[in-house]
């Protein structure tokens, strides 16, 4: 099994893939397909208790403990927020709770230029989201 990039590699690398795409329609374009490729959310996880608050869509974020570290498992109605979450999921799932904690997921999201492609509230989902996963790599410590 090859080890899984550090969390600064898989910034780097979806920050080339973001640097290829010369304009903002396109860059939304590419989160929503990384939605599309996130595995199907069993439907018990589907639960309010493992709903996103302060998103524009219904967004679900369940965790898993695997020994030392966290795997994430996300789903959402809406194709947009469902990229952001697969997006977060890359950079986050299967990461132990000190790297998730470490992670400066406000200047990494910047660097992405993510933030400024959204709008207020879907900017304010996308922290929603990513509160929520440090929350978890908190709780777990």
Known sequence: MTPQPSIDETLAELAEDFDVLDDWEGRIEYVID??????PLPEADRTDPNKVPGCAA????AVRRDDDR????ADSDSALSKGNIALL??????????????FDARAALDRLGLPAALTRQRANGLNAMVGRIREAAAEAQ
């Not at 219904?58 to 974020?61: K, R, S, T, Y």
């Not at 966290?70 to 498992?73: D, S």
């Not at 999921?89 to 470490?102: D, F, M």
């Open 34 to 39: 990384l939605g599309k490729g996130l595995e």
């Open 58 to 61: 219904q967004v679900w974020l």
């Open 70 to 73: 966290l795997r994430f498992l």
């Open 89 to 102: 999921l890359k950079l986050y799932s299967g990461r132990r709770p000190t790297e998730i904690l470490a």
